[in-house]
């Protein structure tokens, strides 16, 4: 089995395990805006879910914005991810 560091991953994608809404809205913004890694709208569609299902409401404006420039096939994926992400933490 391979073995990684942590000191190989980045500070901005290692989730801690008790992150609030407000920590998950902010890895939108990240993923979004391609702050410590290129843009990936799927990734920011999947924290903006997850932020808005832990009670951050600002996070829906941004996940109706994204939604707009997203295929419908891309929505479903972040959506898949998030449900899968919630159920497991």
């Excluded at 901005?12 to 391609?34: D, R, T, V």
């Excluded at 449900?83 to 497991?88: A, D, G, N, Q, S």
Aim: glycine letters at 4%; charged letters at 25%.
């Amino acid at each position: 089995m391979a073995r990684m560091e942590m000191s190989a991953i980045p500070a901005s994608l290692a989730i801690p395990m008790e992150a609030s809404a407000e920590a998950y809205y902010e890895l939108g913004l990240m993923h979004a805006a391609g702050r410590a890694a290129p843009v990936d709208l799927v990734a920011a569609q999947k924290w903006f879910n997850v932020a808005l299902a832990k009670g951050c409401s600002r996070a829906a404006a941004h996940r109706a914005e994204l939604a707009q420039e997203m295929s419908r096939e891309e929505v479903a994926e972040a959506l898949r991810e998030a449900r899968r992400f919630l159920t497991r933490h």
